[in-house]
């Protein structure tokens, strides 16, 4: 069975301040892929980032940074100098090389002050 | 550019009532997703097409549910006999046949059911 844990329900933070989200996965699979979504209060899912099991290589996209340790089973998502439009609940997904369906976890309310 | 669609946005209905929603994918897409949502929680799988054929179903799929995508191309999601614990967010999603590098999941703005 695969599992996501996402342990921060709500974080908030100050215009300008970076913010760290924190995603541990399990998964027998040894081909998987992780991805971090957006969810704004809209309502609509954003698909921000996929990484492949087999690459480690951890990315910087403008303000968004990503940090992918098999070692440790966690996929933690950066938003540095967060902006008030960052504002909105950030879900971490895992889906196996075998299946389709995503398993999300909980999700990480982010709530960014002016 | 058109993303994927849902309808309706949102709908009320009295317990004991059925309700369809519609999903349309993003045209070169042949896999289609359905998830559910409740208030507060992350996505659930409740099941998945490619092209025309169901491929799989969640167990959170009860008898009363049911979903096609008759010619491949949009989904329909029915559920019969609602009940309260339907009320929820209902999210479709589609994506490609991909492997690595286009394998993501393009999600629609959802169809938000309320059960009286």
């Known amino acids: 069975a695969q599992k996501v844990t996402q342990a921060q329900t709500e974080i908030s933070v100050v215009e300008k301040e970076d913010v760290t989200l924190d995603c541990v996965y399990e998964?027998?699979?040894?081909?998987?892929?992780l991805f971090w979504y957006k969810q704004p209060p809209s309502g609509e899912l954003v698909f921000l980032i996929r990484?492949?099991?087999?690459?480690?290589q951890n990315e910087i996209s403008g303000r968004y940074s990503w940090n992918f340790q098999k070692s440790t089973s966690s996929f933690n998502f950066t938003i540095t100098a967060s902006q008030v439009v960052d504002s909105a609940v950030y879900f971490c997904?895992?889906?196996?090389?075998?299946?389709?369906?995503?398993?999300f976890g909980g999700g990480t309310r982010v709530l960014v002050k002016p | 550019d058109t993303g994927v669609s849902q309808d309706p946005r949102h709908k009320i209905t009295k317990r004991g009532q059925n309700v369809t929603f519609r999903c349309d994918p993003i045209?070169?897409?042949?896999?289609l997703y359905w998830y559910r949502q409740t208030l507060g929680q992350g996505p659930e799988f409740l099941t998945y097409f490619q092209n025309e054929a169901q491929l799989e179903k969640s167990r959170l799929l009860s008898d009363r549910f049911s979903a096609e995508r008759p010619k491949g191309s949009f989904s329909t999601l029915e559920i019969q006999r609602t009940e309260q614990g339907d009320s929820a967010m209902y999210l479709c999603?589609?994506?490609?046949?991909?492997?690595?590098?286009?394998?993501?999941?393009?999600f629609g703005p959802g169809t938000r059911l309320t059960v009286l």
């Open positions: 990484r492949n099991s087999f690459d480690e």
């Open positions: 045209s070169e897409h042949n896999r």
């Open positions: 997904a895992l889906r196996g090389a075998a299946g389709n369906k995503l398993t």
């Open positions: 998964t027998r699979d040894t081909t998987y892929y």
């Open positions: 999603a589609s994506s490609k046949t991909g492997t690595h590098d286009n394998n993501e999941q393009f």
